[in-house]
């Protein structure tokens, strides 16, 4: 937007006349504008067609606006008074200055282990700030939201702080000076802390799973939560297997499999998977891990919350009381909105919250646009409303458009296939978003006031998403998924300023945006409006809904409907030319994909497959629910996979290891094609292709086809195609061979691996089929002839249905099964059968009943069941029923008459049974008589029917038993007639003498009415008639006797009454009496009338009405004259009564046309009144006024139409002020009439124009300022426009616009803007206007001298040479044309070539980075870095004598006269200040090179951390500003030292490499020659400050292999042996260095490590041998190790373990349990000693032989010892070279125990004396037990007894 309302710049888009675009858009903001198309009426027919068309200039921008052209009008449907909807509250302020919804108690026990394990302390209870607690989360995302501290404190933004943690509270500097001590306090450290943490995780997600390796984690602690760590010091957490199977699962899966990978959170203890989480971890995170649960408080979540329910009318109340709170009743730019909203979007104005009726689905509100289902409003037209009703613009049609991908969705998805209605206010907002599946989207504007739109494209999407995650990076670690909830906001000025292009629109009524897919946007509503929106997806979608559906799958999100099968349907379906490019893009990526993964699952070993149920309607997307992937939430469309262990759950094809934990050949995929019907559909759509991009189809995938799939096996490897063809030729055996069950199961079985594949499995395809419909028919026919011989035996189970059999023998039998031949023997049988039924069906009257029953028991004896034995069962049992019914019709007996449908249906079917029975005849001569009855009764029925004739017709059939209804109907007509006669009887007798005449009236109506409803004519009619009139006269003359009544309307009833012979009746004499005196009233009235008498005659005559009891035709006339006169008078009553010496105000002045009126209003009354004379005098003074008024105006008007193109005199002048005092006076009598004359403002309006053309002509006499010139201006654009021409105000306006112009150019600053020839010309006009303004005219000339001088400088400094153009010439000529020079090319080009010099030397400075920010900075830190590098080269001279020059390393300046210090080894001096020691710790100084070379270990940072503290510049970025410089204007000083610079740092360059090649081809053994050469080049360097990246990389090398070496060579001289892990440690380093394999170092290493490495193999052998090899050879192989020059220590340990005896019986240690003496530590076998549970204290029978039998009594069982107390850890035996007698007398050690499990525990057994004699005569050893941890030969029985402690 810009400032106001900007003017749109429009530029031609499409063809034809009506078509075009335009960049249109508002913005305070500086957001460039969208385009805006403009569809001709062609165009506009094919909505999907014209966005095709535009597409390729719209998409770069992300959206478009469409206006439609003018015939679109659509009506809106909805029904504004009855429509109701519900609305979201949503709160502006809080879009994006809202702090993260934190947990503060999950923060505060992160923030407490924080300050104990890195701080030693703990965290403090309450910090109080500002009398309140501080909540140091707020306070820490406060700062992470602004940069973290040091931007915090850099940019001053701790006021920003304080209003994100207390919004709306007021801001000291006190406050925010305590905020920052408070952070500096308490969480700058955990900040850095948070930081480091941080890039560990980023660094660790960059590597990826392969980086992430699955090493067995090693327990550190027994919990119920155990915190693992793996051996890359990786924390992993895992709990107890029994605890982990009842209650530790993934909260996402629903799984308690994987443990190794399950996350647990470090406050709730739950459980996820890392790849179940959204999005997904590639591995561990480092530190503590909280859930998303912990990390986010529910109460400051935030979301749009549901509002009330809404009217559209009350709604709108609100939205104006929005709109008045803000901008009061004032119109206001668009801009001013839309600044103010991103201020309240900014948090710095305050809370705002408003409505907003967003996502209203219209198949449950109602759409606004017309729809056939919708009723239809009477305002509409019908053509109108069914055009529009089909309309492809119609949002409810746009996604089942014929070219529309979306065409076959079966669901009616909201949003997506049914447009959501949106019903805005001022501010309510649609957040930044881009569509679900990356769909287009359309959103038209219904009505109201305007919508605005941001978008960004959607090339654009990484940049806007990383932009949005650094601006907001709290909210997104709080929220992952944030952009996918629809609720944040971010100003566009910030993502513009971050380089990210955002674009934007304005939407107002009648107008469609589309949006692109994958491109952001988001907007807000400028007032009360409604607009609808759907999704629709045309074919070039097709690569954007892949990259969608990617997206759900990565952020585990639950799709709106699945894209495999959408490609599915759509490639099915008929297509568009355009659509197969894309969709066969999309199909080959799905085909590859599916192909890939199935053929990965067959690698690792899932075999068993089978396809998915088809689907009931595969034509169409949705119309069944497929499986979800519990992992990703997918829909399973293609394929899955399960396992039945888990039976409900499901994965897809890439989480296939994350279902369970089972072996893979016991999981199952599930397909729903195969990849032959995958490619048969990408080659179906290929054929509507090209030639040529099918043909590179079919290449692609003939290429795939190619590699064979293959995998290992035990011994060796297999292809698919192998096991293909072995199956194949196996199975045509087994079809061969007599039917067998099993093989035929196995052999189908075992196909499911093949059935998925491609074209090549088209054999293994056909077989199978062939297997399963064998298999199907075999088992068929087994089952039948099981059924037939189960029912021939019990007969309690179904038959066996013919048609089966049929079914099964149609077609020849397909493999070997004997028992089909039995089952044809059964089918014959059944055939013949049913010959025989459908012989006795055809011909049933040559049969009898008892013929029919046995044939039916016949057929029901039958095994297997035919369908024509129904037929006979139903026909044998309608013969019965029938026979049944025909008796009990023709029963004499029967009491109730029989109906005649049934007498027809009776004889219906005896013609369709064919039956031959005497029932039959007896029937027949019925049917007969009631035809006849029937016939006679249809006559009568016809004509005029008399009673006497009916009376004699029901006598003749009195006594037929058959119910006729027309019979039945004349019997019902005859008693209505008797019934009526005797009503008319009873109502006539004593009619007259009645009083209730208003009852006899509808007495006899009744009658009048029933009598003409008989249909049996009766002679009593007309008689009812005659009394029925008579009757109603006397009601009306007993209304006219209480009533007023016409005169007219007594004269007619009394003439009726004559007329009906009553007039003599007493009620009709009483009125014939009133009416005579009524006549008398009606002459004096008219009398009154026609002599316009007083208005007292008339009031007189009103009063005498009410005495006569009638009405009288005058009386309506004489009311009406009165009440005329008496408002006339009431009217007339202001202009009568005024008095003129107060005159009122302007708004209460009388109308002059009220008055003529009333005064014509006068003449015309029937009434005489004296104010009509006094009337007409105020309208004669009226009149006279006017007519004075014209003539001033018409003065007035020649005054302004004289030319004055001669100039103006001073008579001239004074005509006009005598004008104006003539107005004046005019204008004050007008006003004291008190009248509203039509001339006062146009009196008033000339007056003012007559003053404006006085101050005018006063100016160049005293030259007013711009402000002046400009008001009045401003006030003749507000003239009326009749005055406006006039050539007295048109000249004078010419006059003040050339002043105006004139003015402006003469007080501005600058002339930058204007071109001389602008002001030349204005010279020019002054002489053409008709005021002279002197002094202006002399100001402007001076203006154009100056510029002309500048110019002239300008020229003389273009003719100089290169060398001769300084700098400062070029800034003294940009400063003098700023102020002097109007615009010009060479203003401009002065400009341009400063601001190039200016980029140049700033790009420099951001290279050099000069100390200070001084002026000649730059200058000077290129001088100092000039010679630098002239040091350094002469270093590189004095490379063979071996010295440096006399400079400090650190600061490259020279050492003379400043304190020194010497290294002690290489002799270089250095700068005591720049060492930073103090001379106590200078005695034995070495500096950082010869630390290295020394040590010979590169630190991890490369050489750049031996460069003496400081950055070292890139050459080749200085060669590139140094290319910059040739193209500057002017040569600078800092151009020459830059190219004196670049030049000795590449001669340094091309010595480095000398060096650095020289040492990496070096291999011999004497490693000081290259010493000296690095060391010399690395000070070199070091002083330089200058390298290039390459040089330094190659660099970096060599000192990486001399270190190696010189570490190398450490080895082979250390007076000690290294070990053998140490040796082949170093060579995994050197070969990740490249070392040439005829290097002296690698050579030697390798000849040690091959020594090692063999014998240590013999060792490993030896020690697991189980005591195999006898002792002495050990002892042998130990001494052989030890006399290796390298030193083998665990495999000499291992060996030494071996040689320990232990126990009476002698053996090395095996699994056997074991105890240890408490007195002389000896371990004995369980088993040797004869125990079976270990006692508290155990005394071996060589200590203390007569105490065994106490000890095993008082021993306690296991149980006893493992639950009763504390467990105390088993010890185990010292090795053999530990045996030595001890001094002392050993501690005593509890349960010294190891015990294997399957130890009985009640088992117990005595010593024989045979035992006790081995103990006395055994040796006695005395030795320390030691504890398990120090006997790694003893893990795997430990680990077996704690499982079994557990």
């Given at each position: 937007?810009?400032?106001?309302?900007?003017?749109?710049?429009?530029k031609?888009?499409?063809?034809?006349?009506?078509?075009?675009?335009?960049?249109?858009?508002?913005?305070?903001?500086?957001?460039?504008?969208?385009?805006?198309?403009?569809?001709?009426?062609?165009?506009?027919?094919?909505?999907?067609?014209?966005?095709?068309?535009?597409?390729?200039?719209?998409?770069?921008?992300?959206?478009?606006?469409?206006?439609?052209?003018?015939?679109?009008?659509?009506?809106?449907?909805?029904?504004?008074?009855?429509f109701?909807?519900?609305?979201?509250?949503?709160?502006?302020?809080?879009?994006?200055?809202r702090?993260?919804?934190?947990?503060?108690?999950?923060?505060?026990?992160?923030?407490?282990?924080?300050?104990?394990?890195?701080c030693?302390?703990?965290?403090?209870?309450?910090?109080?700030?500002e009398?309140?607690?501080l909540?140091?989360?707020?306070?820490?995302?406060?700062?992470?939201?602004?940069?973290?501290?040091d931007r915090?404190?850099?940019g001053k933004?701790?006021?920003?702080?304080?209003?994100?943690?207390?919004?709306?509270?007021?801001?000291?500097?006190?406050s925010?000076?305590v905020?920052?001590?408070?952070?500096?306090?308490?969480?700058l450290?955990?900040?850095?802390?948070?930081?480091q943490?941080?890039?560990?995780?980023?660094?660790?997600?960059?590597?990826?799973t392969?980086?992430?390796k699955?090493?067995?984690?090693?327990?550190?602690?027994?919990?119920?939560?155990?915190?693992?760590s793996?051996?890359?010091?990786?924390?992993?957490?895992?709990?107890k297997?029994?605890?982990?199977?009842?209650?530790?699962?993934?909260?996402?899966?629903?799984?308690?499999?994987?443990?190794?990978?399950?996350l647990?959170c470090?406050?709730?203890?739950?459980?996820?998977?890392?790849?179940?989480?959204?999005?997904?971890?590639k591995?561990?995170?480092?530190?503590?891990?909280?859930?998303?649960?912990?990390?986010?408080?529910?109460?400051?979540?935030?979301g749009?919350?549901?509002?009330?329910?809404?009217?559209?009318?009350?709604f709108?109340?609100?939205?104006?009381?929005v709109?008045?709170?803000?901008f009061?009743?004032?119109?206001?730019?668009w801009?001013?909105?839309?600044?103010?909203?991103?201020?309240?979007?900014e948090?710095?104005?305050?809370?705002?919250?408003?409505m907003?009726?967003?996502?209203?689905d219209?198949?449950?509100?109602?759409?606004?646009?017309?729809?056939?289902?919708?009723?239809k409003?009477?305002?509409?037209?019908?053509?109108?409303?069914?055009?529009?009703?089909?309309?492809?613009?119609?949002?409810?049609?746009?996604?089942?458009?014929?070219?529309?991908?979306?065409?076959?969705?079966?669901?009616?998805?909201?949003g997506?296939?049914?447009?959501?209605?949106?019903?805005?206010?001022?501010?309510?907002?649609?957040?930044?978003?881009?569509?679900?599946?990356?769909?287009?989207?359309m959103?038209y504007?219904?009505?109201?006031?305007?919508?605005?739109w941001?978008?960004?494209?959607?090339?654009?999407i990484?940049?806007?998403?990383?932009?949005?995650?650094?601006?907001?990076?709290?909210?997104?670690?709080a929220?992952?998924?944030?952009?996918?909830?629809?609720?944040t906001?971010?100003?566009?000025?910030?993502?513009?300023?971050?380089?990210?292009p955002?674009?934007?629109?304005?939407?107002?009524?009648?107008?469609?945006?589309?949006?692109?897919?994958?491109?952001?946007?988001g907007?807000?509503?400028?007032?009360?409006?409604?607009?609808?929106?759907?999704?629709?997806?045309?074919?070039?979608?097709?690569?954007?809904?892949?990259?969608?559906?990617?997206?759900?799958?990565?952020?585990?999100?639950v799709?709106?409907l699945?894209?495999?099968?959408?490609?599915?349907?759509?490639?099915?379906s008929?297509?568009?030319?355009?659509a197969?490019t894309?969709?066969?893009k999309?199909?080959?990526?799905?085909?590859?994909?599916?192909?890939t993964?199935?053929?990965?699952?067959?690698?690792?070993?899932?075999?068993?497959?089978?396809?998915?149920?088809?689907?009931?309607?595969?034509?169409?997307?949705g119309?069944?629910?497929?499986?979800?992937?519990?992992?990703?939430?997918?829909?399973?469309?293609?394929?899955?996979?399960?396992?039945?262990?888990?039976?409900?759950?499901?994965?897809?094809?890439?989480?296939?290891?994350?279902?369970?934990?089972?072996?893979?050949?016991?999981?199952?995929?599930?397909?729903?094609?195969?990849?032959?019907?995958?490619?048969?559909?990408?080659?179906?759509?290929?054929?509507?292709?090209?030639?040529?991009?099918?043909?590179?189809?079919?290449?692609?995938?003939?290429?795939?086809?190619?590699?064979?799939?293959?995998?290992k096996?035990?011994?060796?490897?297999?292809?698919?195609?192998?096991?293909?063809e072995?199956?194949?030729?196996?199975?045509?055996?087994?079809?061969?061979?007599?039917?067998?069950k099993?093989?035929?199961?196995?052999?189908?079985?075992?196909?499911?691996?093949?059935?998925?594949?491609?074209?090549?499995?088209d054999?293994?395809?056909?077989?199978?089929?062939?297997?399963?419909?064998?298999?199907k028919?075999?088992?068929?026919?087994i089952?039948?002839?099981?059924k037939?011989?189960?029912?021939?035996?019990?007969?309690?189970?179904?038959k066996?249905?013919?048609?089966?059999?049929?079914?099964i023998?149609?077609?020849?039998?397909?493999?070997?099964e004997?028992?089909?031949?039995?089952?044809?023997?059964?089918?014959?049988?059944?055939?013949?059968?049913?010959q025989?039924?459908?012989?006795?069906?055809?011909?049933?009257?040559?049969?009898?009943i008892?013929?029919?029953?046995?044939?039916?028991?016949?057929?029901?004896?039958?095994?297997?069941?035919?369908?024509?034995?129904?037929?006979?069962?139903?026909?044998?049992?309608?013969?019965?029923?029938?026979?049944?019914?025909?008796?009990?019709c023709?029963?004499?007996?029967?009491t109730?008459p029989?109906?005649v449908d049934?007498?027809?249906?009776?004889?219906?079917?005896?013609?369709?049974l064919?039956?031959?029975?005497?029932?039959?005849?007896?029937?027949?001569?019925?049917?007969g008589?009631?035809k006849?009855?029937?016939?006679?009764?249809?006559?009568?029925?016809?004509?005029?029917?008399?009673?006497?004739?009916?009376?004699?017709?029901?006598?003749q059939?009195?006594?037929?038993?058959?119910?006729?209804?027309?019979?039945?109907?004349?019997k019902?007509?005859?008693?209505d007639?008797?019934?009526?006669?005797?009503?008319?009887?009873?109502?006539l007798?004593?009619a007259?003498?009645r009083?209730?005449?208003?009852?006899?009236?509808?007495?006899?109506?009744?009658l009048?009415?029933?009598?003409?409803?008989?249909q049996?004519?009766?002679?009593?009619?007309?008689?009812?008639?005659?009394?029925?009139?008579?009757?109603q006269?006397?009601?009306?003359a007993?209304?006219?006797?209480?009533?007023?009544?016409?005169?007219?309307?007594?004269?007619e009833?009394?003439?009726?009454?004559?007329?009906?012979?009553?007039?003599?009746?007493?009620?009709?004499?009483d009125?014939?009496?009133?009416?005579?005196?009524a006549?008398?009233?009606?002459?004096?009235?008219?009398?009154?009338?026609?002599?316009?008498?007083?208005?007292?005659?008339?009031?007189?005559?009103?009063?005498?009405?009410?005495?006569?009891?009638?009405i009288?035709?005058s009386?309506?006339?004489?009311?009406?004259a009165?009440?005329?006169?008496?408002?006339?008078?009431?009217?007339a009553?202001?202009?009568?009564f005024?008095?003129?010496s107060?005159?009122?105000?302007?708004?209460?002045?009388?109308?002059?046309?009220?008055?003529?009126?009333l005064?014509?209003?006068s003449?015309?009354l029937?009434?005489?009144?004296?104010?009509?004379?006094q009337?007409?005098?105020?309208?004669?003074?009226?009149?006279?006024?006017?007519?004075?008024?014209?003539s001033?105006?018409?003065?007035?008007?020649?005054?302004?139409?004289?030319?004055?193109?001669?100039?103006?005199?001073?008579c001239?002048?004074?005509?006009?002020?005598?004008?104006v005092?003539?107005?004046?006076?005019?204008?004050?009598?007008?006003?004291?009439?008190?009248?509203?004359?039509?001339?006062?403002?146009?009196?008033?309006?000339?007056?003012?124009i007559?003053?404006?053309?006085?101050?005018?002509?006063?100016?160049?006499?005293?030259?007013?300022?711009?402000?002046?010139?400009?008001?009045?201006?401003?006030?003749?654009?507000?003239?009326?426009?009749?005055?406006?021409?006039?050539?007295?105000?048109?000249?004078?306006?010419?006059?003040?616009?050339?002043?105006?112009?004139?003015?402006?150019?003469?007080?501005?600053?600058?002339?930058?803007q204007v071109?001389?020839s602008?002001?030349e010309?204005?010279?020019?006009?002054?002489?053409?206007?008709?005021?002279?303004?002197?002094?202006?005219?002399?100001?402007?000339?001076?203006?154009?001298?100056?510029?002309?001088?500048?110019l002239?400088q300008?020229?003389?400094?273009?003719r100089?040479?290169?060398?001769?153009?300084?700098?400062?010439?070029?800034?003294?000529?940009?400063?003098?044309?700023?102020?002097?020079?109007?615009?010009?090319v060479?203003?401009?080009?002065?400009?341009?070539?400063?601001?190039?010099?200016?980029?140049?030397?700033?790009?420099?400075?951001?290279?050099?980075?000069?100390?200070?920010?001084?002026?000649?900075?730059?200058?000077?830190?290129?001088?100092?870095?000039?010679?630098?590098?002239?040091?350094?080269?002469?270093?590189y001279?004095?490379?063979e004598?071996?010295?440096?020059?006399?400079?400090?390393?650190f600061?490259?300046?020279?050492?003379e006269?400043?304190?020194?210090?010497?290294?002690?080894?290489?002799?270089?001096s250095?700068?005591l200040?720049?060492?930073?020691?103090?001379?106590?710790d200078?005695?034995?100084?070495?500096?950082p090179?010869?630390?290295?070379?020394?040590?010979?270990r590169?630190?991890?940072?490369?050489?750049?951390?031996?460069?003496?503290?400081?950055?070292?510049?890139?050459?080749?970025?200085?060669?590139?500003r140094?290319?910059?410089a040739?193209?500057?204007?002017?040569r600078?000083?800092?151009?020459?030292?830059?190219h004196?610079?670049?030049?000795?740092?590449?001669?340094?360059s091309?010595?480095?490499?000398?060096?650095?090649n020289?040492?990496?081809?070096?291999?011999?053994?004497d490693?000081?020659?290259?010493?000296?050469?690095?060391?010399?080049?690395l000070?070199?360097?070091?002083?330089?400050?200058?390298?290039?990246?390459?040089g330094?990389?190659?660099?970096?090398?060599?000192?990486?292999?001399?270190?190696?070496?010189?570490?190398?060579?450490?080895?082979?001289?250390?007076?000690?042996?290294?070990t053998?892990?140490?040796?082949?440690?170093?060579?995994?380093?050197?070969?990740a260095?490249?070392?040439?394999?005829?290097?002296?170092?690698?050579?030697?290493?390798?000849a040690?490590?091959?020594?090692?490495?063999?014998?240590?193999?013999?060792?490993?052998?030896?020690?697991?041998?189980?005591?195999?090899?006898?002792?002495?050879?050990?002892?042998?192989?130990?001494?052989?190790?030890?006399?290796?020059?390298?030193?083998?220590?665990?495999?000499?340990?291992?060996?030494?373990?071996?040689?320990?005896?232990y126990?009476?019986?002698?053996?090395?240690?095996?699994?056997?349990?074991?105890?240890?003496?408490?007195k002389?530590?000896?371990?004995?076998?369980?088993?040797?000693?004869?125990?079976?549970?270990?006692?508290?204290?155990?005394?071996c029978?060589?200590?203390?032989?007569?105490?065994?039998?106490?000890?095993?009594?008082?021993?306690?069982?296991?149980?006893?010892?493992?639950?009763?107390?504390?467990?105390?850890?088993?010890?185990t035996?010292?090795?053999?070279?530990?045996?030595?007698?001890?001094?002392?007398k050993?501690?005593?050690i509890?349960k010294?125990?190891?015990?294997?499990?399957?130890?009985?525990n009640?088992?117990?057994?005595?010593?024989?004396?045979?035992?006790?004699?081995?103990?006395?005569?055994?040796?006695?050893?005395?030795?320390v037990?030691?504890?398990?941890?120090?006997?790694?030969?003893?893990?795997?029985l430990?680990?077996?007894?704690n499982?079994g402690?557990?």
């Amino acid at each position: 937007m810009g400032r106001g309302r900007t003017r749109k710049v429009e530029k031609v888009v499409s063809g034809g006349s009506g078509g075009g675009g335009e960049l249109s858009g508002c913005g305070s903001l500086n957001v460039p504008s969208g385009p805006v198309f403009y569809p001709s009426e062609e165009e506009f027919k094919d909505p999907l067609e014209y966005i095709y068309k535009i597409r390729p200039e719209a998409e770069p921008y992300g959206i478009c606006k469409i206006v439609p052209p003018k015939s679109w009008d659509p009506p809106f449907a909805l029904d504004m008074e009855k429509f109701t909807f519900p609305t979201k509250s949503q709160a502006i302020h809080q879009l994006q200055a809202r702090s993260a919804p934190c947990d503060s108690k999950t923060f505060r026990l992160e923030y407490g282990r924080f300050l104990e394990e890195h701080c030693g302390k703990k965290a403090k209870k309450r910090i109080v700030f500002e009398g309140d607690e501080l909540d140091l989360c707020k306070l820490f995302n406060g700062v992470k939201r602004f940069g973290g501290y040091d931007r915090v404190a850099k940019g001053k933004k701790w006021g920003e702080v304080y209003r994100f943690i207390r919004p709306g509270q007021k801001i000291s500097e006190c406050s925010k000076h305590v905020l920052s001590l408070l952070y500096l306090e308490h969480l700058l450290d955990y900040e850095e802390y948070y930081c480091q943490l941080n890039k560990e995780k980023r660094k660790g997600c960059k590597r990826g799973t392969s980086g992430w390796k699955r090493c067995e984690p090693v327990v550190e602690a027994t919990s119920v939560k155990r915190r693992r760590s793996n051996k890359e010091g990786e924390r992993v957490d895992v709990i107890k297997a029994e605890e982990a199977e009842l209650d530790q699962i993934c909260e996402q899966c629903r799984s308690g499999l994987h443990g190794d990978v399950m996350l647990l959170c470090d406050r709730c203890n739950k459980g996820w998977h890392i790849y179940c989480l959204s999005p997904p971890l590639k591995r561990i995170p480092p530190g503590n891990w909280y859930c998303q649960e912990c990390l986010n408080s529910e109460k400051d979540c935030f979301g749009f919350v549901p509002g009330k329910q809404f009217s559209l009318e009350a709604f709108k109340r609100v939205a104006d009381r929005v709109k008045k709170k803000w901008f009061g009743s004032t119109d206001t730019s668009w801009a001013q909105l839309e600044k103010k909203f991103w201020e309240i979007v900014e948090g710095s104005v305050g809370e705002v919250e408003v409505m907003y009726g967003n996502d209203l689905d219209t198949s449950i509100y109602g759409s606004g646009f017309p729809r056939q289902a919708d009723t239809k409003p009477q305002s509409v037209d019908g053509d109108v409303w069914d055009e529009h009703c089909t309309s492809p613009w119609n949002l409810n049609n746009l996604p089942r458009l014929q070219d529309s991908i979306l065409r076959t969705v079966h669901q009616n998805i909201a949003g997506v296939m049914v447009p959501w209605l949106y019903i805005g206010m001022l501010f309510s907002s649609f957040c930044w978003h881009f569509e679900d599946h990356c769909f287009y989207s359309m959103n038209y504007h219904h009505w109201g006031e305007p919508k605005c739109w941001y978008s960004v494209p959607g090339k654009d999407i990484h940049a806007f998403e990383k932009v949005m995650r650094s601006t907001l990076p709290d909210l997104f670690e709080a929220q992952p998924d944030l952009l996918f909830q629809l609720v944040t906001m971010l100003n566009p000025s910030v993502l513009q300023d971050k380089g990210v292009p955002v674009y934007s629109i304005i939407q107002e009524p009648g107008n469609f945006v589309i949006t692109f897919p994958r491109s952001y946007h988001g907007g807000f509503n400028f007032g009360l409006n409604c607009a609808e929106a759907v999704n629709f997806a045309p074919a070039d979608w097709l690569p954007h809904g892949g990259f969608g559906a990617e997206l759900y799958r990565y952020y585990h999100r639950v799709p709106v409907l699945s894209h495999e099968e959408l490609l599915c349907v759509v490639a099915k379906s008929d297509l568009e030319s355009r659509a197969s490019t894309y969709l066969k893009k999309e199909l080959l990526r799905m085909y590859s994909n599916e192909k890939t993964w199935r053929e990965r699952l067959w690698k690792n070993g899932i075999i068993k497959s089978s396809p998915m149920t088809p689907r009931v309607k595969p034509e169409y997307v949705g119309t069944e629910e497929d499986p979800m992937c519990v992992i990703c939430q997918q829909l399973l469309y293609l394929s899955a996979v399960s396992c039945n262990c888990r039976p409900s759950a499901y994965v897809c094809l890439e989480h296939w290891e994350h279902l369970c934990e089972c072996k893979p050949n016991k999981r199952r995929l599930l397909y729903r094609h195969t990849l032959a019907e995958l490619s048969g559909l990408l080659f179906s759509v290929g054929k509507s292709d090209s030639i040529e991009v099918a043909g590179d189809s079919q290449k692609d995938m003939c290429t795939a086809k190619v590699v064979a799939l293959t995998k290992k096996v035990k011994g060796g490897h297999v292809t698919h195609a192998k096991l293909a063809e072995e199956w194949v030729l196996k199975s045509c055996k087994i079809l061969e061979h007599p039917y067998s069950k099993g093989a035929y199961d196995s052999a189908i079985k075992e196909a499911e691996q093949f059935i998925w594949a491609g074209s090549e499995m088209d054999l293994v395809r056909e077989i199978n089929n062939n297997l399963i419909q064998a298999h199907k028919w075999a088992e068929d026919v087994i089952e039948c002839i099981c059924k037939v011989k189960i029912w021939s035996s019990h007969r309690n189970c179904d038959k066996v249905q013919m048609d089966h059999v049929n079914e099964i023998l149609r077609h020849p039998a397909p493999c070997n099964e004997p028992s089909h031949l039995q089952l044809k023997e059964y089918q014959e049988e059944a055939n013949t059968l049913i010959q025989d039924i459908n012989s006795v069906l055809t011909s049933c009257s040559e049969y009898s009943i008892s013929d029919m029953e046995f044939l039916y028991k016949r057929a029901v004896n039958s095994p297997i069941h035919v369908k024509e034995c129904d037929i006979l069962n139903l026909k044998l049992s309608a013969m019965k029923a029938w026979l049944d019914t025909v008796t009990i019709c023709l029963s004499q007996e029967s009491t109730s008459p029989v109906g005649v449908d049934v007498l027809y249906k009776l004889e219906t079917e005896m013609l369709e049974l064919k039956l031959q029975l005497p029932e039959a005849d007896m029937l027949s001569g019925l049917v007969g008589q009631v035809k006849l009855c029937l016939s006679q009764c249809n006559e009568m029925l016809k004509g005029k029917i008399c009673l006497k004739d009916v009376k004699l017709f029901l006598s003749q059939w009195e006594n037929l038993n058959v119910k006729i209804p027309e019979l039945e109907l004349l019997k019902k007509f005859y008693n209505d007639a008797i019934s009526w006669i005797s009503r008319v009887d009873l109502v006539l007798t004593n009619a007259h003498e009645r009083a209730d005449q208003d009852n006899v009236v509808a007495e006899l109506t009744t009658l009048q009415r029933d009598g003409g409803l008989l249909q049996i004519q009766v002679d009593e009619l007309p008689l009812v008639e005659v009394e029925l009139k008579k009757a109603q006269c006397r009601v009306e003359a007993l209304k006219v006797l209480n009533s007023l009544m016409s005169m007219d309307f007594i004269n007619e009833l009394i003439s009726e009454a004559a007329m009906l012979q009553i007039d003599k009746e007493k009620l009709f004499t009483d009125i014939s009496e009133r009416h005579s005196v009524a006549m008398g009233w009606e002459d004096k009235a008219k009398h009154v009338l026609a002599s316009r008498a007083p208005l007292s005659d008339f009031e007189d005559m009103l009063r005498t009405f009410d005495h006569i009891g009638m009405i009288p035709p005058s009386l309506l006339d004489v009311k009406n004259a009165v009440s005329t006169a008496k408002a006339w008078l009431v009217k007339a009553k202001p202009f009568l009564f005024q008095d003129t010496s107060d005159v009122p105000p302007p708004d209460f002045f009388l109308q002059v046309d009220t008055l003529k009126d009333l005064v014509l209003e006068s003449e015309n009354l029937k009434v005489y009144m004296k104010e009509c004379s006094q009337l007409e005098e105020v309208l004669k003074k009226a009149i006279g006024w006017e007519h004075n008024a014209s003539s001033i105006l018409q003065n007035a008007e020649h005054l302004y139409n004289i030319d004055v193109v001669e100039g103006i005199s001073d008579c001239f002048i004074f005509k006009i002020e005598q004008k104006v005092l003539s107005m004046d006076s005019a204008l004050r009598d007008g006003i004291s009439l008190g009248l509203k004359f039509n001339l006062i403002p146009k009196l008033e309006d000339a007056c003012s124009i007559t003053r404006w053309c006085i101050k005018a002509l006063s100016f160049p006499i005293n030259i007013p300022t711009q402000k002046e010139v400009e008001m009045m201006l401003e006030a003749s654009a507000n003239f009326p426009v009749m005055y406006k021409s006039c050539p007295l105000v048109t000249a004078l306006s010419e006059c003040l616009s050339w002043l105006m112009k004139s003015l402006d150019i003469l007080d501005s600053d600058s002339h930058e803007q204007v071109e001389v020839s602008f002001v030349e010309e204005l010279l020019v006009q002054s002489k053409k206007i008709c005021i002279s303004f002197p002094s202006v005219i002399c100001r402007l000339g001076d203006a154009i001298q100056n510029h002309k001088l500048w110019l002239e400088q300008v020229h003389h400094f273009s003719r100089l040479s290169l060398e001769e153009r300084s700098w400062n010439m070029l800034t003294q000529l940009k400063e003098c044309g700023s102020s002097k020079a109007f615009s010009c090319v060479e203003l401009e080009m002065i400009c341009l070539e400063v601001g190039k010099v200016i980029k140049w030397k700033q790009q420099c400075a951001d290279i050099i980075k000069p100390p200070s920010a001084e002026e000649n900075a730059l200058h000077s830190a290129l001088i100092t870095l000039k010679d630098n590098v002239e040091k350094s080269v002469a270093i590189y001279g004095n490379m063979e004598h071996g010295k440096s020059r006399h400079l400090c390393l650190f600061c490259s300046i020279s050492i003379e006269g400043r304190e020194t210090l010497t290294c002690s080894i290489c002799k270089d001096s250095f700068h005591l200040q720049c060492t930073e020691i103090s001379w106590e710790d200078s005695v034995a100084f070495v500096c950082p090179l010869c630390n290295f070379f020394n040590n010979f270990r590169l630190p991890h940072k490369g050489s750049n951390s031996l460069r003496a503290g400081k950055k070292h510049l890139d050459l080749d970025k200085l060669s590139a500003r140094l290319s910059d410089a040739s193209d500057l204007y002017i040569r600078t000083e800092e151009q020459g030292i830059l190219h004196q610079i670049v030049e000795k740092a590449y001669a340094c360059s091309v010595s480095l490499s000398e060096v650095v090649n020289f040492a990496l081809a070096y291999v011999g053994k004497d490693l000081d020659v290259v010493n000296r050469k690095l060391c010399l080049a690395l000070k070199a360097i070091n002083i330089s400050g200058i390298c290039d990246a390459e040089g330094c990389q190659k660099f970096d090398l060599a000192l990486d292999r001399h270190s190696w070496k010189a570490r190398a060579d450490k080895i082979l001289g250390s007076p000690g042996k290294p070990t053998l892990r140490r040796v082949r440690h170093h060579l995994k380093e050197g070969l990740a260095l490249n070392i040439p394999p005829e290097d002296y170092f690698r050579q030697k290493l390798t000849a040690l490590r091959d020594m090692g490495l063999r014998w240590a193999y013999t060792a490993k052998k030896v020690s697991v041998d189980g005591g195999v090899l006898g002792l002495d050879r050990v002892f042998e192989l130990i001494s052989e190790g030890e006399c290796l020059p390298v030193d083998c220590v665990e495999e000499l340990q291992l060996l030494r373990d071996r040689s320990m005896l232990y126990c009476i019986c002698r053996r090395p240690y095996d699994e056997r349990a074991m105890i240890a003496c408490d007195k002389c530590d000896e371990w004995y076998h369980f088993d040797c000693v004869k125990i079976t549970s270990a006692p508290k204290t155990y005394i071996c029978i060589a200590c203390s032989p007569h105490s065994t039998e106490d000890m095993r009594a008082s021993a306690p069982t296991t149980q006893d010892r493992f639950t009763g107390g504390k467990f105390e850890e088993p010890q185990t035996p010292s090795r053999r070279s530990e045996l030595k007698m001890s001094s002392q007398k050993p501690k005593c050690i509890s349960k010294k125990i190891i015990k294997p499990m399957g130890i009985s525990n009640d088992f117990p057994k005595k010593l024989s004396s045979n035992d006790k004699l081995l103990w006395r005569n055994r040796k006695r050893f005395r030795r320390v037990a030691r504890k398990r941890s120090d006997l790694q030969s003893l893990s795997p029985l430990l680990y077996v007894q704690n499982k079994g402690l557990m």
